[in-house]
């Protein structure tokens, strides 16, 4: 399984992982309401103290945490120990409002590392790996958090962080790249590169760690084929860490939660209460683990379900389904529920490249939806007449999985910008 897969931890039964839990929890809620004015506060305001928490079973009487509160809370309302213990900020990537931003001691990176080497090791990485990690480097926790895991599998590891994507790939040729970590549509467009190029023989990749944005199983699919590798999913946000919160194992089936630092919860989204094992919800978590930074029922608006059931791997640690998007992401357009994902999977099926973009308007009171399509080279010579089909055959088959039609275009290969990081998918002008 990988020289960093942590068996005792990652095997542990149902008990223990409770244990550990419950543990985590009762030391956690103590911590920040001594420490943290803005927890008491909240705290207080919901009538609840750390005497009333005496075990998981107690969770849903303690408030919830929001983004806003996290913004509000800028930068040090929410450090639970001084200043002076931290040695490192991370922040999110978001671009309107207020950053939020993440504290980590030592141990807090200790900690983020293991998530990261044991999605690595999960993913059949040893210290035989050379591990190429094209997530961006800086604020973004991609970067740094595959780093360290990279580093504690033993991987030799190249930080060659996003973007220039010659560079990228003529590195991963000389230094014989054999696992790749960077966004889903950043690999998909390094694997369209290798083929245009021609050097589909000199790369030696065998498996990717893709994250940070939602992706269909079909992108999946299509990746792996076009990279010839295994391609794993991993989950994180940087209120809670950064990647490594969740990863898949070869099972390829859920990714596993670090139980022993986050406690996960699945909630309705609308009277937030705890939703059963396999039922659809929003996910919330509670870091317990962190000293720097943590943070109890947060809800971080990603939509999934949760398994408890053992994994064919072995590991014992709950399993959340990939994520079908943030619940902000969906777009509600002529009254029916869209993801942008849901487009992806229509679109691969079709055989049309996975870059796309969404474009939303209300015209005479009507909302409308544009999907803009790269075509791959050999359908730009095709005549006009065939494109027209090909577009049709689109507009059937979102129609069939939406049950609302959308305009389809499909314009000259590359005409969509690519992206490096994380993809921007939708234009929605109703919200400007
Ligand atoms: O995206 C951390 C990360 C880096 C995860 C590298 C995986 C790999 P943020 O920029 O704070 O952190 O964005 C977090 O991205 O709440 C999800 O909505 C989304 N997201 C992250 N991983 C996945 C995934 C990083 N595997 C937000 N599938 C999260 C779908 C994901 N969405």
């Keep these: 399984m990988?020289?960093?897969?942590?068996?005792?931890?990652?095997?542990a039964s149902r008990e223990t992982i409770e244990q550990w839990q419950?543990?985590?929890?009762?030391?956690?809620?103590?911590?920040?309401?001594?420490?943290?004015?803005?927890?008491?506060?909240?705290?207080?305001?919901?009538?609840?103290?750390?005497?009333?928490?005496?075990?998981?079973?107690d969770l849903p009487k303690l408030p919830f945490l929001t983004k806003d509160d996290l913004r509000d809370a800028y930068p040090y309302d929410l450090l639970a120990i001084p200043l002076k213990d931290c040695v490192r900020i991370q922040s999110t990537s978001g671009t309107t409002g207020k950053r939020v931003v993440d504290f980590y001691t030592h141990a807090d990176i200790d900690k983020w590392g293991n998530g990261c080497a044991?999605?690595?090791?999960?993913?059949?990485?040893?210290?035989?790996?050379?591990?190429?990690?094209?997530?961006?480097?800086?604020?973004?926790?991609?970067?740094?958090?595959?780093?360290?895991?990279?580093?504690?599998?033993?991987?030799?590891?190249?930080?060659?962080?996003s973007g220039n994507t010659d560079r990228q790939l003529q590195f991963m040729m000389d230094l014989g790249s054999t696992i790749l970590c960077c966004t889903p549509s950043y690999a998909s467009y390094l694997a369209e590169s290798i083929h245009e190029r021609g050097i589909q023989d000199?790369?030696?990749?065998?498996?990717?760690?893709?994250?940070?944005?939602?992706?269909?199983?079909?992108?999946?699919?299509?990746?792996?084929?076009?990279?010839?590798?295994?391609?794993?999913?991993?989950?994180?946000?940087?209120?809670?860490?950064?990647?490594?919160?969740?990863?898949?194992?070869?099972a390829q089936d859920g990714m596993h939660i670090c139980e022993d630092y986050f406690l996960p919860e699945i909630v309705d989204p609308d009277t937030l209460e705890p939703v059963p094992d396999g039922q659809i919800g929003e996910l919330v978590f509670t870091s317990f683990a962190k000293e720097a930074f943590p943070l109890i029922r947060y809800r971080t608006k990603d939509i999934t379900y949760i398994t408890r059931e053992k994994c064919k791997c072995g590991?014992?640690?709950?399993?959340?389904?990939?994520?079908?998007g943030r619940s902000d992401d969906m777009l509600i357009i002529k009254g029916v529920n869209v993801y942008?994902?849901?487009?992806?999977?229509?679109?691969?099926?079709?055989?049309?490249?996975?870059?796309?973009?969404?474009?939303?308007?209300?015209?005479?009171?009507?909302?409308?939806?544009?999907?803009?399509?790269?075509?791959?080279?050999?359908?730009?010579?095709?005549?006009?007449?065939?494109?027209?089909?090909?577009?049709?055959?689109?507009?059937?088959?979102?129609?069939?999985?939406?049950?609302?039609?959308?305009?389809?275009?499909?314009?000259?290969?590359?005409?969509?910008?690519?992206?490096?990081g994380k993809a921007v998918r939708v234009i929605d002008k109703r919200k400007i």
């Design 2 to 11: 990988g020289k960093y897969f942590q068996e005792d931890i990652e095997t």
């Design 340 to 420: 942008p994902s849901q487009i992806e999977e229509v679109l691969i099926k079709q055989g049309m490249p996975a870059n796309y973009q969404l474009i939303v308007d209300r015209v005479n009171n009507s909302d409308t939806m544009e999907v803009l399509v790269d075509m791959t080279p050999e359908m730009f010579s095709d005549t006009i007449g065939a494109i027209e089909v090909k577009e049709k055959e689109i507009v059937a088959a979102l129609k069939s999985m939406l049950g609302i039609y959308a305009k389809v275009k499909l314009v000259e290969p590359k005409s969509i910008t690519r992206s490096e």
């Design 202 to 250: 000199q790369i030696k990749l065998k498996a990717g760690i893709f994250g940070a944005e939602a992706w269909s199983e079909e992108m999946r699919h299509d990746i792996e084929e076009k990279l010839g590798i295994k391609a794993y999913d991993i989950y994180g946000l940087t209120e809670i860490e950064g990647p490594g919160v969740a990863f898949e194992c070869e």
């Design 315 to 324: 590991r014992t640690h709950a399993r959340i389904h990939r994520l079908m």
């Design 118 to 161: 044991r999605a690595i090791a999960a993913a059949g990485g040893t210290s035989e790996d050379v591990c190429h990690v094209s997530y961006g480097y800086g604020l973004f926790t991609g970067g740094p958090g595959l780093n360290d895991g990279s580093h504690k599998v033993g991987c030799l590891t190249l930080p060659m962080s």
């Design 22 to 57: 419950n543990d985590g929890l009762l030391d956690v809620v103590k911590r920040v309401y001594e420490n943290v004015p803005f927890y008491r506060k909240k705290m207080e305001a919901a009538g609840v103290t750390p005497d009333d928490i005496k075990s998981v079973e």
